[in-house]
């Protein structure tokens, strides 16, 4: 099959997904507020009609999670013989995807938009005891996370960009605050959304000063601008700290581990598996046009200081939902640091290992859920012989830790080989510190607090045992499995 006829039928699904979204939006947004208005309250429609538009809006957005799964998988053939047939085994950045000449898509962009799908199915079926799946208000605000994401990840306006980057806060609050078990979740919010937003002015500030002196708002264009040495160094200065609170850089995550504690375990998939991606997608493409080379070397310490403090803290934690809280802070800053090196090949091992870290991070968090529902608690002291009382959810566990742990053939095995081969030759003393902080100290602490639970002496559940996994739990693990398993593949078209 021609490289040519690959891209124009990629071109062509991306075109009918994008359509396809925007008339399941715009259907479900009309039910969704008839439904608010007390005239339409009133006038008593039939189950059976409501049950047919139900479907019809939920096989619609099936139908578009297919068509883009299939121009993915389209665009990964096209990134393989693109690589093998003209480059000459040359490692570079593949080519942007251009469709209606607004919309701009790259190979970063189609992993975020994948995982916007997977992560947003995941995250609701995890809040399901208010949002139920037949529900229009679920269906509704699946369609309008992912048509924002949609845009986000493809628009090639600088402004715009900065716009559906902000719009992307809508859904994480109307999740957190609307379907929070307490007035403490309600104080979790409130620090997700003054540390985001401090971010997002420092973003702004960079954004509005790059249109002033451009006089332009097109990524295409802005790429051919020149930027002096001094203006990329506070444009990056700005760029790293405003996406870093998100990310989160070290020492600005502690909104993090305070927001996964107290808001839901479905808005920690939510945030986790997608919104702290949404960070690092941002500081990817708008630090794409800058042509000239920084002395990155604080930003790599930074990094580094994020990866030690997360990696030691594991060792203390009780909480099993803030020991995966900093587990993932661990990894976020493992990746964030390959951006900072700006070599090719590190980049696209960060890419890499962000759609591992998103299925990682919800199957964990998905994980304690399932613990907390049926013992009402998450602290590591309390929860013993979990394998004796639960023997699903135990090897559930066991699988979660050997796939953090990166056993040799999984993904995370994979992606941090090719992250430590790019760093290994910038510093091989940093890269070794790395290894034995990140998979060695992190490694232990966080899968001590986790056997503890597993293979402790059971002394308080003997009374009344709770019922193992549901069929429900065992299909969202299975479905997290599959795609850890499925990338494990990847690398040979993307390397």
Not at 358 to 370: G, K, N, P, T
Request: charged share 10%.
């Amino acid at each position: 099959m021609s490289s040519t006829f690959l891209i124009y039928l990629t071109k062509i699904l991306v075109s009918l997904n994008f359509f396809i979204l925007l008339f399941s939006f715009i259907l479900s947004l009309l039910f969704f507020f008839f439904s608010k208005i007390s005239y339409f309250q009133n006038f008593k429609l039939s189950k059976d009609f409501l049950t047919q538009v139900q479907f019809f809006l939920l096989f619609f957005f099936l139908i578009s999670f297919l068509i883009f799964s299939i121009s993915f998988f389209l665009y990964c053939n096209y990134f393989k013989l693109f690589h093998s047939n003209i480059l000459n085994n040359t490692f570079v950045f593949l080519p942007s995807l251009t469709v209606f000449n607004y919309f701009t898509f790259d190979f970063f962009g189609f992993i975020l938009l994948f995982l916007a799908y997977i992560v947003g199915i995941i995250s609701f079926l995890t809040l399901d005891a208010r949002f139920y799946w037949k529900n229009v208000k679920y269906i509704f605000s699946m369609n309008f996370f992912t048509i924002v994401v949609y845009l986000y990840v493809s628009t090639n306006n600088l402004f715009l960009f900065f716009f559906f980057y902000e719009l992307l806060l809508l859904p994480s609050v109307y999740v957190v605050y609307f379907v929070s078990y307490s007035r403490r979740a309600i104080q979790a919010c409130l620090y997700f959304i003054i540390w985001t937003q401090i971010g997002s002015f420092l973003v702004l500030l960079s954004v509005s000063y790059i249109i002033s002196v451009s006089n332009n708002f097109y990524f295409s264009e802005l790429s051919f601008f020149v930027f002096t040495s001094s203006e990329v160094f506070y444009l990056y200065f700005l760029l790293f700290l405003g996406f870093g609170f998100k990310v989160p850089i070290w020492p600005f995550h502690y909104w993090l581990t305070k927001t996964h504690v107290e808001a839901p375990s479905g808005f920690s998939i939510y945030l986790s598996g997608f919104l702290v991606k949404s960070a690092l997608f941002g500081f990817y493409k708008i630090t794409s046009i800058f042509g000239v080379e920084i002395d990155s070397t604080i930003y790599i310490v930074i990094c580094f200081l994020g990866v030690i403090d997360a990696s030691m803290k594991m060792w203390g934690q009780t909480d099993l939902k803030k020991l995966v809280a900093y587990g993932t802070i661990q990894e976020m800053n493992l990746i964030y640091l390959c951006f900072m090196f700006g070599d090719s090949f590190c980049i696209n091992a960060g890419i890499l290992f962000t759609a591992t870290h998103a299925f990682l991070s919800a199957m964990m968090f998905f994980v304690v859920d399932c613990i907390y529902r049926r013992y009402h608690t998450r602290s590591v002291i309390e929860l013993n012989g979990l394998l004796h009382i639960t023997p699903n959810l135990a090897v559930a566990i066991l699988l979660m830790t050997i796939f953090f742990a990166g056993l040799p053939g999984t993904i995370k095995f994979i992606s941090e080989f090719y992250i430590f081969s790019g760093l290994v030759s910038n510093s091989i003393f940093s890269c070794v510190l790395l290894m034995i902080f990140a998979n060695v100290f992190g490694l232990i602490g966080f899968c001590k607090n986790w056997y503890n639970s597993v293979f402790g002496i059971n002394t308080k559940f003997s009374s009344s045992l709770p019922i193992d996994l549901t069929f429900k739990e065992i299909y969202v693990l299975s479905f997290c499995f599959f795609f850890l398993f499925f990338f494990s593949f990847f690398p040979s078209y993307y390397f």
